[in-house]
Nanobody, 114 residues
Framework: QVQLVESGGGLVQPGGSLRLSCAAS???????ISWYHQAPGKQREFVAQ???????NYGDSVKGRFTIARDNAKNTVYLQMNNLEPEDTGDYYC?????????WGQGTQVTVSS
């Protein structure tokens, strides 16, 4: 059973920064981890993805502002979010695909407001 736990959300002013963490209950060395964002009343959308090796990918709305990174020794993936905008408000989820199944964490809430 794969467990993912997100943390690091909170309230921040526009232009501020937050770093989200996604801690896995298993070794993530061989897995691609992704972050998704779900704004209030909207569908979940792709934010960023980091493969075991190679280049990361980002959604168009976060390119140049967000950075995804991984620490395999800690089984943790991070999402550094800079220059936050009110539109970034919502729940952030990390996900991992293993054995044909997609595993999701419970999410962490981010509110960008003055």
């Amino acid at each position: 059973q794969v467990q993912l736990v997100e943390s690091g959300g909170g309230l921040v002013q526009p232009g501020g920064s937050l770093r989200l963490s996604c801690a896995a209950s298993m070794s993530i060395n061989s897995y691609t981890i992704s972050w998704y964002h779900q704004a209030p009343g909207k569908q979940r959308e792709f934010v960023a993805q980091i493969p075991p090796w190679g280049s990361s990918n980002y959604g168009d709305s976060v390119k140049g502002r967000f950075t995804i990174a991984r620490d395999n020794a800690k089984n943790t993936v991070y999402l550094q979010m800079n220059n936050l905008e009110p539109e970034d408000t919502g729940d952030y989820y990390c996900t991992l695909r293993r054995g044909g199944n997609n595993y999701w964490g419970q999410g962490t809430q981010v509110t960008v407001s003055s």
